[in-house]
C-alpha cells in the first residue's frame, strides 16, 4: 500500500492520526496501532526513528515507532505509563484522533553497516520498542543478514512486552534465537532468571557480531561493560539515547548534548560516538 | 552609494512606510525598544542599543503554530497562517545583524523553519553604523565591526547626511523604490564618509572589553572546557532567570507548548531558556540537576557546540545586552576570562 | 426597564459566583426552593469555604471571558472553619484594591455575606450584582484574547 | 568607599582565618566600572571583596541554597542594612538556617543606580567617582558630572534608615543615605488618577514585560521551590506573555504572591531589564495593609507574623475599596 502523502508545510505541524487497535503488553506498557485517517501509514520511516504524538492540551511527546517499515499497514508504538502524557494515551479507546509528526531522527543503519554482519539485539523492558521494529525489518530482509540473536529481558515474565509475538514469530532456533531472562525466580517461568549483561556473558557471543542495545539506563551501561569484557569493539555497538524533546529537528535546543541534537542526530549512536559527548545523559 | 540629508529623514521614513510597515527604535518608558513608526516618531541616533534586539521580528516571543478543535474522539487540526507582513527594520546595530546570521544557521538549515523563514522573506534590515558604542559593547572580538553593518542595507550618519549602501538584492529592491529620494553620493563625500568611520573605529579601539580574547574557545575545546573546574564558581552568583536569554541576540531555544482556550486548543512556540530548571525535565528525571550544568550548557553551546556546527562561528556577537542585564552582573566576558587561555593575563 | 444604549441592547453578563458551601450555596439553593428568581447570567461555583478562593481562580475566571466575580461567604463569626472567612476577607480586599488599582473597574468585582438562611438576600445580591455589571459592558481589560477569538468565531 | 572596602577585606580574612567563616557572601568586581558580581570567598581570593555603592544586589536570598543540605560550614554574609530585613522575613519563613550564618552589617550610604547613570545619557561608562555627595563619570565621550542622591536606586531614595534590624556584628559605621523621602509617593499618584489613566499607565509599563522572572528569580521572597508559573499543572504556567492577560496576570499574582512578606527591598525593581516599576505594585500591597490592618514592615523582626496570615474580627469590609482612594 503507498504511503499517504500529507503535504507538511512545516516540521512542526501535526497530521492527524486515528488509533485503530490498542492491546495490552504488560500491566504498564500497551502497544497502539495508528493509522493515517485513510488508511496506512501517516508516513514512511526508517527502524529507530521517532515520531511526535500528542493530544491537545495534554503534551506532546516522542515515541520510537515499534513497527517496522515494511509493514505499510499501520504503524504502531509501544508506550509505558510514566508521565501525563502516557497516563492520557493509556486510557483512550479505539478510533480515538490523535496529532502526530514525524518521521525524527537518525535510524539504525540497516542498510549500510548492518548488512550482511551478524546481529545481536540486547534488550530490557520497554526498551524492545526501538529494537523491535529493526528486528522486523531484518526478519523480512533475512537473507541481507547473518546471524541474529535476540536476548530480551524484563523484571518479571509479565513485563515481557508482546511475548506472543516474540514466541510464535520470532523465536526460529538456527534461523533467529531468542533469549529471555527475566529478573527474579517466577511461578511458571522455566527460562533463564537473572540481569540482562550476566546473561548476555554466560551466552559468549562471538565479539565478531554487531550488538544493538536498548533499555534503561543502568541496563545500557551495564550490558556495555560486558561487551567490552567480551572483546567486543565500541565501533560494532549501536545504542540510543533519550532526552526531553520539543521540536524533533535540532532548533529547539532541548535535547542538545555537545554539538549533538539527539532528536536530530540521534536517537542512534554507535558507541564510540558517545565518547565524543559530554557525560550529559 | 546614496546619501540624504538628515533634515529629510521624516520624508524617508513616510516613504518607506508607504511601502512596507516601518520598525526603528523608539523609547518607551525611558527603555529602548523596536517600534512602529508613525508620523511624528523621532529617531534619536545617539540611542541604538534596544532592550530587546532585532531577533523578535523574525523569532516572536510568542508564535502560534496550529490549532485543535476536538469533538469525542475526532479531531481537526488548523495549521497557523503563514506571517505576512512586509516590514522593513531600521537602525539595526551591526551585532544583532550578524546575530540574524546565527539565527539563519539554526533555522534556515534543513529542516527550514517556515515561520522563521517567511518572516526572514519578508523583512528588509537596514543596520545602522555605531557612532557611539557603548561601554558594553565586545562585537570586534567576534569579528563585528560597528563602522561597517551588514544587513540588506548599512547606513552611516555622519554629521547632517545619513549615507545608504545596499548589501543585498533586497537592499536593491528597497534603494530603487526610494530612487527619488536617495541622492548618488558623490567624490566629494568620500572624505567625511571615511573620516566618520575612521572616528568609529577609534573609539572601537577605546572600548574598555575592547581586546578580549577567544583563545581557548571554539569547536574543538569541549574537553578542555566541559570538565573545568572554574564553573561552579562562575555559576554561583547565576539566579537562573532568562534575561541573558530573552535579550540576547542569537539564543534561540524555544518551547511548544498548548493553550486551551475551553473551545479549542492553540498550540504555539515561546522562546524558553537553558537556564530554567524544567528545561530538560522528563517524566524519567533531569540530565542537567543543577544551575552549575544549565550555566555551564548556555556558555558551552555560545562558544563550543556553536561553532562546532557552524564553521567555526560563535553564538554570540559581542552586543553587550547580557552584560548590562544581568541581574547579578554574571556575564559572557567574565566566562571568556575566566576560562580561556588568557584567563590571569587581564 | 433601565434605558440601554444600543451597543450594550444585547450584552449579557457572564458573573461567575464562587460560593461557600456551608452558607450561600444553600442560601442559593433556598432561593431556588422558595422560586426567587435571579439572572441565569451568574454561574455558581460551589468551593469549601470563601477562603478557599485563591487569586488565580479570580484571574482565570476573568480571562475564560467572566464580567463580574462575586464571592459569598459565611457572615464574618460564622465560618464553619471558624475563621476562614476572616482570612478570605483580608485577601479579597488587598486583591480587589491591587485590580482597582490597576484600572480595572471596581464593579467588577465584590464580596457579600449570604448564610444558608438569606435565600432572599442571594436573590437580590446576585440581581444587583448583574445589573451593575450589566451596566459596565463587557470586560475588555483583564480578558484573554486567545479565549475572545474563538467566542467570536 | 576605598575606606570601608578595605576594612571589610581585612575583616573579611580575620573571620576565615580565625574559623569563625568558612566562606564569606561578598561581592566581587568584574571588568566594567559598575558591575560586581556576588561572590563567595575563601582564603585564596577573599583579596577579590569589594563593597562599593554599586553593590546594590541583596545578598540574603543566596544564603537559601548556601545553607540547604547536611554541610554544616559556615557562611559571613555581608548584608546591608535592607538587607537584613530580608534575611529575617526569610528566617521567619524558616528558609535559612541561621546556624550556618554569621551576619556581618556592612553600612551603606545609599547605592547607585546605573541606569539612571544611563538614563542621563551618559554612555560609554569607564570610571566613576564618587566626592562630596558629587559623582564624576569618566566616559568614552568625555566627563560628566551629577548630584549623588539624583542617581540613587528608588529603594535608597526612601530608605528606611535605622540600621541593621539582624546582624552579628558591623564593620565601619552604620550608614544612611542622606535622602528620604516618601514611599508612598508614587502609590499615591497613581491612585490620584482616574481607573483609565491607571489602566494606561499600567498597559503602558507592564506591556514591556518579557517574561524573563528576573524579578521573580532576584525577589528574597519569592524562595518556593516550584514556583506556580512554574507548575504545569497549576493551568497558568508559561514561559512567555502571549497576551495582555498574562502580562497582568504574572504581575498582580507575584505582588500579591509576596504580599504581607515583601520588605520592599526593590530588587524586583533594579532587576527588570524592561525598567518596569514593579516596586509600586509591591508598595501599594504594603501602603494598603498599612492603612487598613495597621502599620507593618515585614522582616522587621524574626518572629512576626504577616498580615495576610493574620485577621481581627473588625477588619474593614471588602466594600472598603469603593470609598477609599481614587477618583470614581
Not at chain 2, 550618519?157 to 534603494?175: E, H, I, N, V
Not at chain 2, 540576547?248 to 524558553?272: A, E, L, S
Not at chain 2, 528545561?279 to 563550543?304: C, D, Y
Not at chain 4, 528620604?180 to 514585560?209: H, Q
Request: charged share 25%.
Amino acid at each position: 500500500m503507498l504511503v499517504d502523502q500529507v503535504r507538511i508545510r512545516d516540521m512542526l505541524i501535526p497530521v492527524l492520526g486515528v488509533v485503530t487497535d490498542i492491546r495490552a503488553d504488560t500491566p504498564d506498557v500497551k502497544t497502539f496501532r495508528v493509522n493515517a485517517p485513510g488508511g496506512g501509514v501517516c508516513f514512511a520511516h526508517m527502524p529507530g526513528q521517532c515520531a511526535m504524538l500528542s493530544i491537545p492540551s495534554v503534551g506532546e511527546a516522542m515515541f520510537s515507532i515499534t513497527s517496522s517499515p515494511t509493514n505499510t499497514g499501520y504503524m504502531e508504538f509501544s508506550i509505558k505509563k510514566c508521565g501525563c502524557l502516557t497516563d492520557w494515551l493509556h486510557q483512550m479507546d479505539v478510533g480515538q484522533q490523535i496529532a502526530i509528526r514525524g518521521p525524527y531522527g537518525n535510524a539504525f543503519p540497516v542498510e549500510t553497516a548492518l548488512r550482511g554482519k551478524d546481529l545481536l539485539f540486547i534488550a530490557g523492558g520497554i526498551g524492545l520498542a526501538p529494537l523491535r521494529s529493526v528486528i522486523n525489518y531484518v526478519r523480512h530482509n533475512r537473507e541481507n543478514y547473518g546471524k541474529v540473536d535476540i536476548v530480551y529481558g524484563a523484571r518479571t515474565a509479565d513485563d515481557l512486552v508482546d511475548l506472543e509475538e516474540i514466541k510464535t514469530e520470532w523465536d526460529r532456533p538456527g534461523d533467529v534465537n531468542v533469549h529471555l531472562t527475566i529478573d527474579r525466580e517466577q511461578q511458571g517461568w522455566d527460562g533463564n532468571v537473572g540481569f540482562v549483561p550476566n546473561f548476555v556473558k554466560s551466552l559468549a557471543f562471538a565479539p565478531d557480531r554487531t550488538a544493538l542495545v536498548c533499555g534503561p539506563p543502568i541496563m545500557i551501561k551495564f550490558v556495555l561493560a560486558a561487551l567490552t569484557e567480551m572483546g567486543f569493539e565500541k565501533t560494532q555497538v549501536y545504542t540510543t539515547l533519550e532526552l526531553r524533546m520539543k521540536c524533533g529537528i535540532g532548533k529547539c535546543g532541548r535535547c542538545n548534548i555537545g554539538s549533538k541534537y539527539v532528536c536530530k542526530d540521534g536517537p542512534v549512536f554507535r558507541c564510540d560516538e558517545l565518547d565524543d559527548l559530554p557525560d550529559e545523559y | 552609494m546614496q546619501k540624504l540629508p538628515v533634515s529629510r529623514l521624516p520624508e524617508l521614513f513616510a516613504r518607506i512606510d508607504g511601502m512596507k510597515s516601518l520598525y526603528l527604535p523608539v523609547s518607551a518608558g525611558g527603555r529602548l525598544q523596536f517600534g512602529r513608526w508613525t508620523t511624528g516618531t523621532a529617531y534619536d541616533p545617539s540611542r541604538m542599543n534596544t532592550v530587546k534586539s532585532a531577533k523578535d521580528f523574525f523569532f516572536p516571543q510568542s508564535e502560534d503554530l496550529v490549532f485543535f478543535r476536538s469533538k469525542g474522539k475526532e479531531l481537526s487540526i488548523t495549521e497557523a497562517k503563514d506571517p505576512a507582513e512586509p516590514f522593513v527594520l531600521f537602525g539595526v546595530r551591526a551585532c544583532d545583524a550578524k546575530g540574524l546570521e546565527a539565527l539563519d544557521r539554526v533555522f534556515l538549515s534543513d529542516p527550514v523553519d517556515t515561520f522563521y523563514a517567511a518572516r526572514r522573506e519578508n523583512g528588509v534590515v537596514v543596520t545602522m553604523a555605531c557612532a557611539e558604542p557603548e561601554e558594553t559593547c565586545f562585537c570586534g572580538a567576534f569579528g563585528v565591526d560597528a563602522a561597517e553593518p551588514g544587513g540588506d542595507v548599512a547606513a552611516w550618519l555622519a554629521q547632517d547626511t545619513l549615507y545608504w549602501q545596499s548589501r543585498t538584492d533586497k537592499g536593491d529592491a528597497l534603494t530603487a523604490a526610494l530612487e527619488d529620494i536617495l541622492e548618488d553620493a558623490d567624490q566629494r563625500d568620500q572624505g567625511a564618509f571615511a573620516a566618520h568611520k575612521a572616528a568609529i573605529k577609534a573609539i572601537l579601539d577605546d572600548l574598555p572589553l575592547n581586546g578580549l580574547s577567544l583563545e581557548g574557545f571554539g569547536g574543538d575545546a569541549l574537553e578542555a572546557l566541559f570538565g573545568s573546574d572554574k564553573w561552579p564558581a562562575l555559576s554561583q552568583a547565576c539566579i537562573g532567570c532568562g534575561t541573558c536569554t530573552f535579550v540576547c541576540p542569537t539564543c534561540q531555544c524555544y518551547d511548544i507548548q498548548d493553550f486551551d482556550t475551553g473551545r479549542g486548543v492553540k498550540r504555539f512556540r515561546c522562546w524558553d531558556s537553558c537556564m530554567y530548571s524544567d528545561f530538560t525535565l522528563m517524566a524519567h528525571g533531569n540530565p542537567r540537576t543543577s544551575q552549575v550544568e544549565r550555566f555551564r550548557q548556555r556558555f558551552m553551546h555560545k562558544l563550543v557546540y556553536f561553532p562546532a556546527n557552524n564553521e567555526g562561528m560563535y553564538g554570540c556577537v559581542g552586543c553587550g545586552r547580557c552584560v548590562a542585564k544581568c541581574p547579578a552582573f554574571m556575564n559572557i566576558v567574565k566566562v571568556i576570562r575566566t576560562l580561556g587561555v588568557n584567563a590571569h593575563a587581564r | 426597564m433601565p434605558v440601554k444604549d444600543e451597543n450594550k441592547a444585547d450584552f449579557r453578563p457572564l458573573i461567575v459566583a464562587f460560593c461557600c458551601n456551608w452558607c450561600s450555596y444553600a442560601g442559593a439553593d433556598l432561593a431556588g426552593t422558595s422560586r426567587l428568581n435571579y439572572p441565569a447570567d451568574v454561574k455558581v461555583i460551589r468551593v469549601p469555604c470563601s477562603c478557599r478562593v485563591n487569586p488565580l481562580f479570580i484571574l482565570r475566571a476573568f480571562q475564560r471571558g467572566a464580567d463580574g466575580v462575586i464571592i459569598a461567604g459565611c457572615h464574618p463569626g460564622d465560618c464553619h472553619y471558624t475563621s476562614g472567612n476572616y482570612y478570605a476577607r483580608r485577601r479579597m480586599t488587598l486583591l480587589f484594591s491591587m485590580l482597582d488599582y490597576l484600572g480595572i473597574e471596581r464593579e467588577r468585582t465584590r464580596v457579600e455575606w449570604i448564610s444558608a438562611a438569606e435565600g432572599a438576600k442571594f436573590a437580590a445580591t446576585m440581581s444587583e450584582f448583574t445589573q451593575a455589571v450589566t451596566e459596565l459592558g463587557e470586560n475588555k481589560r483583564l480578558g484573554d484574547i486567545r479565549c475572545k477569538e474563538y467566542l467570536n468565531s | 568607599m576605598q575606606r570601608i572596602s578595605e576594612l571589610i577585606r581585612t575583616r573579611a580574612g580575620e573571620l576565615l582565618e580565625s574559623g569563625a567563616a568558612d566562606q564569606i557572601l561578598g561581592w566581587e568586581n568584574g571588568g566594567l566600572a559598575y558591575d560586581p558580581t556576588p561572590a563567595f570567598f575563601t582564603a585564596d581570593n577573599v583579596a577579590g571583596l569589594v563593597y562599593n555603592s554599586f553593590c546594590g544586589i541583596n545578598l540574603s536570598k543566596y544564603l537559601i541554597e548556601k545553607t540547604k543540605g547536611k554541610e554544616s560550614g559556615k557562611v559571613a554574609a555581608l548584608l546591608k542594612p535592607c538587607d537584613t530585613y530580608s534575611f529575617n522575613q526569610l528566617l521567619c519563613e524558616h528558609r535559612i538556617d541561621r546556624d550556618k550564618v554569621y551576619v556581618v552589617g556592612v553600612g551603606c550610604s545609599g547605592m547607585l543606580d546605573v541606569e539612571k547613570l544611563k538614563a542621563r545619557g551618559f554612555k560609554g561608562i569607564k570610571g566613576i567617582d564618587e566626592k562630596d555627595g558629587r559623582l564624576t563619570v569618566h566616559t568614552l565621550y568625555g566627563d560628566k558630572s551629577c548630584p549623588k542622591r539624583e542617581v540613587l536606586m528608588e529603594r535608597c531614595i526612601s530608605c528606611k534608615g535605622g540600621g541593621h534590624v539582624a546582624c552579628d556584628e558591623v564593620v565601619g559605621e552604620e550608614l544612611t543615605p542622606d535622602a528620604a523621602g516618601n514611599r508612598f509617593a508614587g502609590v499615591e499618584k497613581l491612585e490620584s488618577l482616574s481607573p483609565d489613566d491607571r489602566f494606561d499607565f499600567w498597559r503602558g509599563e507592564l506591556s514591556r514585560c518579557i517574561r524573563c522572572n528576573a524579578c521573580r528569580n532576584a525577589c528574597p521572597a519569592c524562595s518556593c521551590n516550584k514556583c506556580v508559573f512554574d507548575n504545569s499543572r497549576s493551568g497558568m504556567a508559561a514561559k512567555a506573555n502571549s497576551d495582555d492577560f498574562e502580562q497582568n496576570m504574572f504581575h498582580i499574582i507575584r505582588a500579591f504572591h509576596v504580599a504581607g512578606r515583601c520588605t520592599d527591598c526593590g530588587e524586583c525593581s533594579r532587576v527588570c531589564p524592561q525598567g518596569i516599576p514593579l516596586h509600586l505594585l509591591n508598595r501599594k500591597l504594603i501602603k494598603d495593609v498599612n492603612e487598613l490592618y495597621g502599620d507593618y514592615q515585614a522582616g522587621a523582626a524574626p518572629d512576626s507574623r504577616s498580615p495576610l496570615i493574620s485577621y481581627t474580627q473588625g477588619d474593614a469590609e471588602p466594600d472598603v475599596i469603593y470609598e477609599r482612594g481614587g477618583a470614581r
